[in-house]
């Protein structure tokens, strides 16, 4: 990071004003229109009564938020790292948070968790987070599926942040998606999607078979595969169901 970038960033927090990092810097400016978009995207899907479930919640930053909009709703949460799954279940007592990462099939396996960059870790460890930045360590998690979890709840909304597995997370959910057709919330970069052995066609495909068209979470969109594939810019994106 720039000098003058850390300066600004340090000078953003101090004031609590965001947008000032936003103002000098592509990237911050994207994260911020995409911050900006989820609240609104929340906003616009749930009501007071809905089930939101949100995969890969890390800290409930985006949990948060729906809880607040949804509070009559029953809501999932999944979070593989302990210590990091029982911070949230305590920060959240209404909601039912489960200690597990979610795939396409039930399973142990071996989860890399940075210790120092908690929100980094996955199934496959990312090569771009160093041991001396991360800080890992090797834990084995329970993986379920998004089917096996839901059972007949019916969710409006479905958040995966899972740091490049978002296929297998699709695969394990295709009856939910295609039975209750929430709107779905999901980050995908091709170079975490390719630690698994997969690609942003592939993606598309999953999701397009389901009866979804994508479009990046700040609205562009209907992506057709070629531009869902090309796109390097996009971190965050919207599924939304072709049909009710």
Not at 126 to 138: K, L, Q
């Amino acid at each position: 990071m720039s000098l003058s970038r850390r300066a600004v960033g340090a000078l953003a927090r101090r004031l609590g004003r965001p947008e000032l990092t936003a103002a000098f810097f592509v990237d911050a400016r994207q994260a911020l229109r995409e911050e900006v978009a989820i609240g609104a995207v929340l906003a616009g899907v749930l009501r007071a009564d809905s089930t939101y479930v949100d995969v890969g919640a890390n800290r409930g930053q985006v949990l948060r938020e729906a809880v607040r909009l949804a509070p009559r709703g029953r809501h999932l949460a999944f979070e593989p790292i302990p210590a990091v799954a029982d911070e949230l279940a305590q920060a959240f007592p209404g909601v039912d948070c489960r200690r597990m990462a979610l795939g396409a099939r039930s399973e142990t396996a071996r989860f890399c968790h940075f210790r120092n960059l908690d929100g980094w870790s996955g199934l496959k460890r990312s090569p771009e987070i160093s041991d001396a930045r991360g800080a890992p360590e090797y834990i084995d998690v329970t993986v379920s599926t998004l089917d096996a979890e839901v059972g007949e709840l019916t969710p409006r909304l479905v958040k995966i942040d899972v740091e490049g597995a978002e296929l297998g997370v699709i695969e394990g959910a295709r009856t939910v998606l295609s039975r209750a057709k929430p709107v779905v919330i999901f980050e995908h970069v091709a170079s975490a999607a390719s630690l698994y052995g997969t690609s942003s066609e592939d993606l598309w495909d999953l999701l397009a078979g389901l009866g979804y068209e994508t479009f990046s979470l700040t609205g562009d969109g209907p992506f057709d595969r070629a531009a869902f594939a090309r796109s390097a810019t996009v971190v965050n994106w919207l599924a939304r169901p072709t049909s009710p």
